[in-house]
């Protein structure tokens, strides 16, 4: 059975740090692309970052980049999302997903075969 289970959503306030992890079972991990994509009530669900730690290559929204990082453990299935200087804006449920998309479309969420439940990240001002 595939699985992906993701944790660590919770309240911050603005300017604070999360660390989310997404725990994978029931299939190859090394030959997927893992993606984290986020959705807002009422808003369409938004590619964040996806990574292929096989090849070492991670792609991030430019909402994003250079505040949230991915890394990736192969032998325990897992990677984590470190999201710093969150914002308001930053509030949604937050998905991972495994998938084997062309990694320069990998934040298409059309292109993933399994997602996790999701986790709710609220961001206070």
């Known amino acids: 059975e595939v699985q992906l289970v993701e944790s660590g959503g919770g309240l911050v306030q603005a300017g604070g740090s999360l660390r989310l992890s997404c725990a994978a079972s029931?299939?190859?991990?090394?030959?997927?692309?893992i993606g984290w994509f986020r959705q807002a009530p009422g808003k369409e669900r938004e590619g964040v970052l996806c990574i292929s730690s096989k090849y070492g290559r991670t792609l991030s929204a430019d909402s994003v980049k250079g505040r949230f990082t991915a890394s990736s453990d192969n032998a325990k299935k897992t990677v984590n999302l470190q999201m710093k200087s969150l914002k308001a804006e930053d509030t949604a449920v937050y998905y991972c997903?495994?998938?084997?998309?062309?990694?320069?479309?990998?934040?298409?969420?059309?292109?993933?075969?399994?997602w996790g439940q999701g986790t709710q990240v609220t961001v206070s001002s």
């Open positions: 997903a495994a998938g084997r998309p062309r990694f320069n479309s990998c934040l298409s969420p059309t292109l993933y075969d399994y």
């Open positions: 029931g299939f190859t991990f090394d030959d997927y692309v």
